[in-house]
């Protein structure tokens, strides 16, 4: 994912690193240490120092604004990038070696689990060289497309960013090197002689990455004199302790007991902890300019810290930092409670998960079949995947979550819509209020400009795949000997849920992906039912281009009949378009389900059992009569076919 | 300790005697002059077989050699203090299963016997099975554990196709199978059933019919038709999860299942519980104890019971497990007089849960009598007339609920554990909300 670069705020320079990706996919292979001599001297000196240092609070006034750099990583998603993070971090002695470091950053389990970063962490690391003492902060981004807000907010802490490129886009071939230093040339305009060769797996010439942050990356253009100017670029939720708001300070000095306001609320707060992060939570004294690390001000309310707010002292006012622009989502959901008696706890973990996650749009909602609930708007399909598995993981909450829609418009005709709504064109996130085609001038849906880097001998089946998801090329261009830049003009609901895993798979991994915004045109668009022996499912209401209909309701109840268990009565699967059904599947009736054996020994195991299943039926979504299990409908979303 | 010949040439006689009566009575259960507490089933564990059957997952080991004179006697104390503990005074059927059972000495079956006819009382009329391997016993001793007092056969048929036997792991061939039934009805006319399974890996309706139609004119009275179940553990589950056999077709097996009892009950078969079939009403009295819920005590390695341990001032009903492993369990036998390894008390609900679940099995399900017997205050009525969930599956044809009780239909049979996940959240619902009954005394 190169785009971020440049996107943000940020101005600074980029160091390119590339990788080998065998030495940074997460195999049990033995971490081989890089040479001794010079470098693990200078190592242990910092290792001596630091933990000498933590005894106490840190005395961040030592470190000059022209010692301290502030970075980012930015990579490609699995290359290697969180790998290096460890490796800086070793290096630096800010975590210990001798344990098996493993995405140290990537804190929450769903990172730990997929291998993916989707929070942005920062760590301070404290760097000896040539006699100096640098303080190095390293802000550790998501590699994702779904996450490219998170990407821009750190960014805007930074002066300067290491890209890592994988010089082998999969593992078990040969890097090339060569071929990737040519194509950064190509690409970015990168001279390959400003490239570092390093493999994060094995440690290989990491050291060199640091001295190049610090002779490549610029200081930070601040002042210690100047009053506090302290922008707040991500935040976290404690529950014991509010808001944890993380900071770069542009201007000026902060310590505990200091009064402080915020220019968007203007409400004044007490700093009751300052400190840096290293990457857990470390107090000092006081964080001087150009310094990035955290505060805490008794901020209670999830919307006290917002992201891109600024920060001053009462008695000197200073112009806000331009905030960031909010990210745009653009996939919607419905979420609501399974049990409507859970509502206020469902409640309470979106309202935490989205102070953590502000990128997350949340408008209540209710429907008839679900009860209450609410509409989220997410950044792509995988960051809807990761909300719901956090809200599952680390709030206990479990939810019915309905099919991903888009936010498509309509033109309407109907002088009576247009009084309701109180506008001509209106944007539809929510399928139920779909308005029909007779109220209606025209539908127009949302489309991308999507960028796919591909080694040529996928070309055809790449083009292939685009095609069949109603794409229109815009340009083609070989950027290296065997490698083509496609771009495609996309309908975003082709590429919300799937498109990224088919092309992935289709060329063994090598195809990126990356996408912009290219505003709305006009489609043909029909409002499609899923039926349940005439019951409608309102988990699965879809709206799909004309041309698809029948493909998408057949696949999807093709899928619905593999996920949906027997019951004691046949269940006919139906798409609708309005009373026209465009598909059908039978689940046939249970004929046998009776335990064989019963006898003495057979009871308490077969009661047991039963009470079991009869505990998980009261879990199960009724649609009509029919028990229809949580997963089942995620199950139908999740894969779609690509042929 | 050999049994006096009379005594057991008295129970070979009584065997005709019992048929008789079984007639009579029916379903209705066994003799109920005295109270139910009073009275029980035993289930006697032999815990060896020769080989592990690729689908058995029981509590059976395979020894080198059995040290049979100290798991006789080891026998004949459990099941002399579990006696004494319930306070049972009349056993009205024993049962011998395993494990292979057929392995052990006539005079092993006849000390048990014995045992429980001086602890308590064992009527002549006693139902009293054995389970038997095809392989195990010849002509001689089949005669022999008939007169230790064994006066019902239960033979592990399981196919008439040696193919199928062989992917089973058993050791007999189909021929041996039915030369043992032969021999098993000449010397207990009336009083033998065989197993059949169905929906095994591979299998497919039109030969497993024929095997059925084969059986029909070889076997007696009683049949009892097991879908393959796989258990982990097992050799054949094991071999299904790598792919190295092909997982048992559930559609099939349902086919199998329904075209097999329709071929019995035309063949003059009352189909008088999920899995069992008998006529001229040869029905086990020993499996029909589980399936009303009457007392039962479990002697052997991993044995379970449920008894009221009234000898001991107990007035709850427990589900209690011996100890599995043998050495273990003998050990324990010989230390305290018994290898009981859990008492689980059994609470009202609970009770009647079971009552639902298991009676529910039956052709005539839970009487309104019967139903009364265990709860006076809630009838059936009152727990499932007003659900409408109930309500939808009377109107599906899959349950009865009338003047004489809950019941299946003969396609809700079929579908019990299903019903089941419907009536118990009922049962449990009527439960909750009755009104306390006043405090009884005593």
């Given amino acids: 994912m190169w785009t971020p670069v440049g996107r943000g705020r940020w101005h600074g320079r980029a160091l390119t690193v590339w990788a080998t990706s065998a030495a940074h ?72 070696k001798t344990k098996n470091n493993k995405q140290v950053l990537d804190k929450l389990q769903v990172e730990r689990e997929r291998g993916i970063t989707v929070k942005a962490q920062t760590a301070s690391l404290f760097y000896n060289c040539e006699g100096k003492q640098y303080l190095l902060n390293l802000i550790d981004t998501p590699g994702h497309v779904d996450f490219s807000y998170e990407v821009s907010r750190s960014l805007s802490a930074c002066q300067g960013v290491l890209l890592v490129v994988d010089a082998n886009e999969i593992d078990l071939k040969n890097a090339d090197p060569a071929r990737v230093e040519k194509q950064i040339e190509k690409v970015f305009d990168i001279p390959s002689d400003e490239c570092i060769k390093i493999s994060a797996k094995l440690g290989t010439n990491v050291e060199r990455v640091l001295q190049a942050v610090i002779e490549r990356i610029p200081p930070p253009k ?54 840096v992060l290293n990457p857990n939570e470390q107090p000092t004294h006081k964080l001087y300019a150009g310094q990035v690390g955290y505060l805490i001000a008794g901020m209670k309310d999830v919307t006290e810290a917002q992201i891109g707010d600024t920060l001053y002292l009462p008695k000197q006012p200073v112009e806000p930092l331009p905030g960031f622009k909010s990210a745009k989502p653009m996939v919607f959901a419905g979420m609501y409670p399974i049990d409507q008696s859970e509502y206020n706890n469902l409640k309470s973990a979106v309202e935490k998960l989205t102070i953590n996650d502000s990128s997350v749009t949340v408008h209540r909602d209710s429907s008839l079949a679900l009860g209450a609930g609410w509409r989220l708007g997410f950044l792509g399909l995988l960051h809807m995947e990761v909300f719901n598995q956090r809200l599952e993981q680390e709030y206990n909450a479990s939810v019915i979550l309905t099919t991903p829609t888009v936010p498509y418009k309509a033109v309407l005709s109907s002088a009576k819509l247009i009084k309701e709504y109180r506008e001509k064109e209106i944007t539809i996130i929510n399928p139920a209020q779909f308005p029909d085609k007779s109220k209606v001038t025209e539908y127009l849906e949302p489309v991308i400009l999507g960028t796919i880097i591909t080694p040529d001998e996928y070309t055809g089946k790449v083009m292939m795949l685009c095609q069949a998801r109603r794409a229109v090329q815009k340009n083609m261009m070989y950027i290296d000997q065997n490698r083509v830049m496609l771009k495609y003009l996309f309908p975003l609901n082709e590429i919300v849920v799937d498109f990224y895993d088919s092309l992935k798979s289709l060329s063994s991994g090598y195809a990126s992906f990356d996408y912009e915004d290219a505003g709305y045109q006009t489609a043909d668009l029909v409002k499609m039912d899923i039926l349940l022996n005439g019951n409608l499912v309102e988990e699965l209401v879809t709206i799909v281009h004309k041309d698809k209909a029948h493909t998408v309701g057949k696949a999807i ?22 009373s026209k059904i465009i598909a059908r599947e039978t689940v046939k009736a249970y004929r046998k389900n009776v335990l064989a054996k019963c006898y003495g020994g057979d009871i308490t195991r077969k009661m047991k059992l039963l009470k079991r299943q009869a505990e998980g039926k009261k879990k199960l979504r009724k649609i009509g009569n029919i028990e229809v299990p949580k997963d089942a409908f995620i199950k139908v979303l999740r894969t779609q076919p690509d042929k | ?205 039109g030969p497993w019919l024929g095997q059925l139609r084969m059986l029909l004119g070889r076997c007696d009275d009683h049949l009892s038709l097991y879908q393959l179940t796989l258990e982990r553990g097992t050799a054949l589950f094991t071999q299904v999860q790598r792919g190295t056999l092909p997982a048992p077709d559930p559609e099939l097996a349902a086919e199998m299942y329904q075209e097999g009892r329709a071929v019995l009950r035309e063949a003059g078969f009352r189909q008088y519980e999920v899995s069992n079939f008998a006529r001229n009403g040869a029905l086990s009295t020993h499996n029909w104890t589980y399936w009303q819920c009457g007392q039962y005590l479990g002697i052997g390695p991993g044995a ?134 006043p405090v009884q005394g005593g």
């Fill in chain 1, 25 to 96: 996919r997460g195999r049990l292979e033995p971490r081989l240490t890089p040479s001794r001599g010079a470098a693990a001297k200078s190592r242990t000196a910092d290792r001596l120092y630091s933990s000498a240092d933590r005894k106490e609070k840190i005395d961040m006034s030592r470190f000059s604004v022209e010692n301290i750099r502030n970075f980012s990583i930015i990579a490609h998603v699995d290359h290697g990038k969180s790998t290096l993070a460890d490796r800086l971090l070793e290096l630096t002695g800010t975590i210990d």
């Fill in chain 1, 222 to 275: 601040v002042h210690r004199k100047n009053p506090l100017k302290a922008l707040v670029f991500d935040s976290t939720f404690d529950q014991y302790r509010g808001v944890i708001a993380n900071v770069a300070l542009f201007d000026g000095v902060v310590s505990k007991g200091d009064k402080i306001i915020s220019a968007h609320t203007k409400k004044t707060y007490e700093v009751n902890e300052v400190g």
């Fill in chain 1, 557 to 578: 109840c093709e899928r619905l009949k593999d996920s949906l268990p027997r019951q004691l009565f046949e269940i006919a699967i139906q798409a609708a378009i309005g």
């Fill in chain 2, 1 to 205: 300790m050999a049994l006096p010949g009379t005594r057991a040439r008295g129970w070979a006689a009584a065997a005709k005697i019992a048929q008789r009566r079984r007639h009579a009575e029916g379903a209705r259960g066994s003799s109920s002059r005295a109270p139910p507490s009073s009275r029980a089933a035993l289930y006697v564990h032999w815990p060896y077989c020769e080989k592990r059957c690729s689908y058995c997952n029981f509590n059976k080991y395979v020894p080198c050699g059995v040290d049979e004179a100290a798991m006789r006697s080891c026998l004949v104390t459990e099941a002399q203090t579990l006696l004494r503990l319930s306070g049972v005074r009349r056993v009205e059927s024993v049962f011998f299963g395993g494990g292979t059972p057929s392995l052990a000495s006539p005079s092993t079956v006849a000390a048990v016997l014995e045992a429980v006819d001086q602890a308590a009382h064992l009527p002549a009329d006693s139902e009293v099975t054995l389970e038997a391997n095809p392989t195990s016993p010849s002509g001689a001793r089949l005669a022999a554990f008939g007169a230790a007092g064994v006066n019902r056969l239960s033979i592990g048929l399981q196919s008439l196709d040696d193919t199928e036997l062989q992917l089973l792991g058993r050791t007999h061939s189909a021929r041996d199978a039915l030369q043992t039934l032969a021999e098993a009805r000449r010397l207990f006319p009336g009083r033998v059933s065989v197993d059949l399974m169905l929906g095994l890996p591979a299998q497919q309706v």
């Fill in chain 2, 304 to 437: 379970h019971g449920r008894f009221v341990p009234q000898g001991a001032g107990g007035h709850t009903r427990e589900a209690r497990i011996q100890t599995l492993e043998p050495d273990n369990w003998m050990k324990e036998v010989m230390l305290f007089g018994h290898g009981t390894r859990r008492r689980v008390p059994l609470g009202q609900l609970e009770l009647l849960e079971e009552v639902l679940a298991m009676g529910l099995r039956t052709d005539v399900g839970i009487t309104h009598q019967h139903w009364q017997q265990f709860e006076p205050q809630l009838s059936l009525w009152d727990v499932f007339g007003a659900s409408q969930e109930v309500k939808a599956l009377l109107a599906q044809g899959l349950l009865l609920l009338d003047h004489r009780g809950l019941r299946c239909s003969w396609e809700g049979l079929a579908v019990l554990d299903s019903l089941l996940l419907t009536l118990l959240p009922r049962l449990q619902e009527a439960w909750q909300q009755r009104t306390p009954s």
